[in-house]
T-cell receptor, first 111, second 114 residues
Framework: SQQGEEDPQALSIQEGENATMNCSYK?????LQWYRQNSGRGLVHLIL?????REKHSGRLRVTLDTSKKSSSLLITASRAADTASYFC???????????FGKGTHLIIQP | KAGVTQTPRYLIKTRGQQVTLSCSPI?????VSWYQQTPGQGLQFLFE???????NKGNFPGRFSGRQFSNSRSEMNVSTLELGDSALYLC?????????????FGPGTRLTVL
């Protein structure tokens, strides 16, 4: 079953603008991860945030986690054409069913 | 270090057949996980193997099975293929496991069932 739900499903912005994607989940988690996927290829790990962390940065990426609202956001600043991809959040609920992925946000950066 | 490799990259099978997919993890990684990705269901976790033992399992029928060898290479088998098994199958490796570690994904095997 899908636990993480990304919002919006699709997002189109101009190059240079910031892109924000949200992820909501249903049960308590140990950590939450964000991944990027280009055109049906393998996923690339972007960032992992643990349940006791509220914010994390990595280059142009900023991730926040609000466990009280069961939500996370991924901010990409100063977007580039190469950021065009699908972005997924994945949650680890601590059970034996591994990671649970959302259906993703498809981000399009217009040149 | 070489990345995660998956073979074959593309596969076409017919209903009722079985298929075996292979995944070679990054050198030194002991955990290999498998995922199925379809347009309708998205990315779904199949199973994780760690040091030749299945450690976690998703909600898939018994037709889906896997194993891991002593060199950490892993295979996934699907028996009695159904049309709905058409998907991109991704494997990922980590050093210690999917819960605390970054997963490195392979390019995937695209399976088409006719």
């Amino acid at each position: 079953s899908q636990q993480g739900e990304e919002d919006p499903q699709a997002l189109s912005i101009q190059e240079g603008e910031n892109a924000t994607m949200n992820c909501s989940y249903k049960t308590s988690i140990n950590n939450l991860q964000w991944y990027r996927q280009n055109s049906g290829r393998g996923l690339v790990h972007l960032i992992l945030i643990r349940s006791n962390e509220r914010e994390k940065h990595s280059g142009r990426l900023r991730v926040t986690l609000d466990t009280s609202k069961k939500s996370s956001s991924l901010l990409i600043t100063a977007s580039r054409a190469a950021d065009t991809a699908s972005y997924f959040c994945a949650t680890d609920g601590g059970g034996a069913d591994g990671l649970t992925f959302g259906k993703g946000t498809h981000l399009i950066i217009q040149p | 270090k070489a990345g995660v490799t998956q073979t074959p990259r593309y596969l076409i099978k017919t209903r009722g057949q079985q298929v075996t997919l292979s995944c070679s993890p990054i050198s030194g990684h002991r955990s290999v996980s498998w995922y199925q990705q379809t347009p309708g269901q998205g990315l779904q976790f199949l199973f994780e193997y760690f040091s030749e033992t299945q450690r976690n399992k998703g909600n898939f029928p018994g037709r889906f099975s896997g194993r891991q060898f002593s060199n950490s290479r892993s295979e996934m088998n699907v028996s009695t293929l159904e049309l709905g098994d058409s998907a991109l199958y991704l494997c990922a490796s980590t050093s210690d496991g999917i819960r605390t570690d970054t997963q490195y994904f392979g390019p995937g095997t695209r399976l088409t069932v006719l």
